[in-house]
Structures are given as C-alpha cells and as structure tokens.
C-alpha cells in the first residue's frame, strides 16, 4: 500500500529545503554542457542507452547528466539521482498546491504484482542462457579476435563489434520488453500509457533485428558454435512474434528525435 501521508509529509519537507546551492550548481553545469544544442524532451526512454554510439546523444538531457558525472567536481560530488529526484518531488508539490490538490488526502494505491508473461518469461530465459554461454566462451572468443588482429584487423573490428553488439542488445531487450508489458494487460490503462508502451516494444524489436543480424554474422565466424547460435535466433524469433503480436503497430511509433 502506498503511504500518501508519508509523502505529503516529505514532500512538504523537501519544499522547504534552504540549501539549494549544489542542485543549482549541477543545473549550470548541465546547461553550460548543453549550450547551444536543442534538447529533445523524452528521446532518452526509447533509445538503446549507448550513448558513446548515439548520434542524437548531443540533443539528450541525460546524457549531459552523465557526461557531468564525470566531470571533476569542486568538494563534495554531487549525488545526482538524489539531487534530481528533490528537485522532482518539489515541483510536485508546488503544482498539486496550485491545483488545489492536497496529497494527505489522496486514497492509497493498491499496485498489483506484476505476474511475467509468456514473452517476458522467454526473454528471462534467454538472457539467463547468453550470458552463461558468453562467459564460458570469453577466452575463445579473446583468443579469435587476438589471431585476427595480428592477421587482418579490418575482420577482427568487425568481429569486436559484433560481439559488442549482442552484448549490448541482449542485455537490453528484456528490460524494454518489461516496460512494454506491464500494464497492457492491467483493467485500466489510457492512450498515453499505451502508445509510451509501444514506444518501449520498439526499443525492445530494434534490438532483436541488431541482435539477428549481429548473431549471423557471429555464426559465420564460429560454425562450430551452430547449435548454440541458432538456438538464440530461434528464441529471438519467438520472442518477436509474441511482441508483434500484442503491438502489431510497434514499428509506426515515431520515437521523439530518431524517427521525426
């Protein structure tokens, strides 16, 4: 149950907050970062996180967060999702104050356990197998990509990117897919919720086909590891159908920044 007492009374508290001086600090540093680009509001929840090969990174307020985390900090570092979640809680209070809206008496929320669902549970499966297979493979897989650097170094960045990529990818489809379904299936969801959920399913289909094309190539370069590769494609498959399936749409969702 969620205690709306308990937030109206830190919430209260954290208004009446007098030492602002390092939050302050952190939103001119984060301007000065961002100075002259064009901030895109929401393109940070449906990209794929990787920053360092993002070429809308220049327009992302948390990039900038982070690119400021390491930044060398006069004193004390500044705890930023602490900072960034009082600044946050006082902004809700200041607008539920101007809308007449007192947060005491608000009814509690009763959030249902989220129950995982047949995609979500593949997904879960499958990330638990790639990463076991990833690190009983690691010396194979650092010791083909040195032979390759000292014979053709053209082959073997190609080879590192790959293996990047469906490190990168695998890790993050499971997460998106989760955001996806948690409330599709709930009694009560509005439009907003919907469309930000397919946005989520897009993330998560983006990364099957970078996963796809990246195991391919993988394949090619190590047939003797046939049964485990097509076992990933295959489940990856799987798990794109069963997300087409509830958001067969998922591919219109015009992501802010990327697909305008």
Not at 175 to 198: W, Y
């Amino acid at each position: 149950m969620f205690n709306n007492q308990l937030l109206s009374s830190s919430l209260f508290n954290l208004h009446r907050m007098k030492d602002r001086s390092a939050l302050s600090a952190y939103q001119a540093q984060l301007n000065e970062l961002s100075k002259g680009e064009k901030l895109i509001s929401g393109i940070y929840n449906y990209c794929d996180r990787w920053c360092e090969r993002c070429s809308m990174a220049n327009h992302c307020s948390i990039y900038y967060m982070e690119l400021s985390d390491n930044q060398p900090q006069n004193g004390k570092n500044i705890d930023r999702i602490n900072e960034i979640f009082t600044l946050t809680m006082e902004m809700l209070h200041e607008i539920s104050e101007e809308m007449g809206i007192k947060l005491s008496e608000l009814p509690e929320i009763d959030i249902p356990e989220h129950q995982p669902t047949d995609v979500e549970k593949h997904a879960i499966d499958l990330d638990r197998r790639f990463h076991l297979w990833m690190v009983q493979q690691e010396s194979d897989l650092a010791h083909r990509l040195q032979l390759l650097q000292q014979t053709d170094a053209h082959r073997a960045k190609t080879l590192k990117n790959a293996i990047e990529i469906v490190e990168w990818h695998m890790n993050l489809v499971g997460p998106k897919l989760h955001r996806a379904m948690t409330v599709i299936h709930a009694n009560d969801f509005n439009e907003v919720e919907l469309l930000d959920r397919r946005g989520s399913a897009k993330v998560a289909l983006i990364s099957i086909d970078k996963c796809t094309g990246a195991f391919g190539y993988l394949l090619k370069q190590f047939p003797h590891y046939e049964t485990e590769i097509l076992g990933f494609l295959s489940q990856l498959s799987s798990i794109k159908k069963l997300l087409l399936a509830t958001f067969p749409d998922a591919m219109d969702f015009k992501r802010p920044g990327f697909d305008e």
